[in-house]
């Protein structure tokens, strides 16, 4: 089988993709055939080197991580970083779950807007204590500027960190005034999987793809993913779709 994966630290250059034996899954592994996968921040960051505590040893490293999540019903969500993958999926969840979802973005927020949110704010032009309102429920999937973003939660809101920088300014929340940042990071269940495969075949939940790659251009979507603004998803199509 292909798959796509480096033998060096360095720029999108550094992905290739070789022939690799199958994997033996374990008794509680699932061995999957990957039809599309997603170019992620973490994905840049852990090819450039960094995060290298978290990535482990050894090479050749696989590329390749998605996330998915919920929120409650009648929260009023701001979503940072609305434009990506991450962002553009949890501004349709909160939607159809009854959220009002704003979403802070770049300068081209098309994607977070057909996502649902109601409200895009540029973050070059915007500072956090310019949004106006409060939120009861803060997703930040960028990890830039999270305290300040903390100060627009309503009292007794919530605010969840999914990226690297989580353990950091989880620590940094918990020592100065105000409500604590969580981390989360989580393996999703069958269960959820399933409403969400549901959910994309029923109509409330619709991918947004900013742009489609076959396995031999994974450095271009790298380079793409380092170059470009965000608009939804960067999607490898495998040799099996």
């Known amino acids: 089988m292909r798959a796509a994966q480096y033998r060096r630290y360095g720029g999108p250059e550094v992905l290739e993709v070789a022939e690799v034996p199958r994997p033996e899954p374990g008794p509680k592994d699932l061995l999957v055939e990957v039809a599309a996968a997603s170019v992620n921040a973490i994905d840049l960051v852990w090819r450039r080197g960094g995060k290298r505590i978290l990535n482990g040893r050894g090479f050749p490293k696989g590329t390749g991580m998605d996330f998915a999540g919920t929120v409650r019903e009648g929260d009023r969500l701001l979503v940072v970083g609305g434009n990506g993958g991450v962002g553009t999926t949890a501004i349709q969840l909160a939607t159809a779950l009854g959220a009002s979802v704003d979403a802070v973005t770049g300068s081209e927020p098309a994607a977070a807007l057909q996502a649902g949110a109601e409200r895009a704010f540029d973050y070059h032009s915007v500072a956090p204590e310019r949004i106006p309102g409060r939120y009861t429920a803060i997703l930040d999937a960028v990890g830039a500027d999270s305290l300040a973003y903390r100060s627009l ?11 690297t920088s989580g353990p950091i300014v989880a620590v940094a929340s918990a020592v100065r005034p105000g409500p604590r940042i969580r981390m989360m990071s989580a393996g999703p269940s069958r269960e959820s999987l399933t409403r969400l495969a549901r959910a994309v075949d029923d ?4 991918p947004i793809i900013a742009a489609r790659y076959c396995l031999d251009g994974i450095a271009q979507a790298h380079r793409d993913a380092e170059e470009l603004p965000a608009a939804g998803k960067r999607i490898i199509i495998g040799d099996h779709p």
């Open 203 to 206: 109509g409330p939940l619709r």
């Open 153 to 163: 939660l309503a009292p007794g809101g919530r605010m969840t960190l999914i990226t």
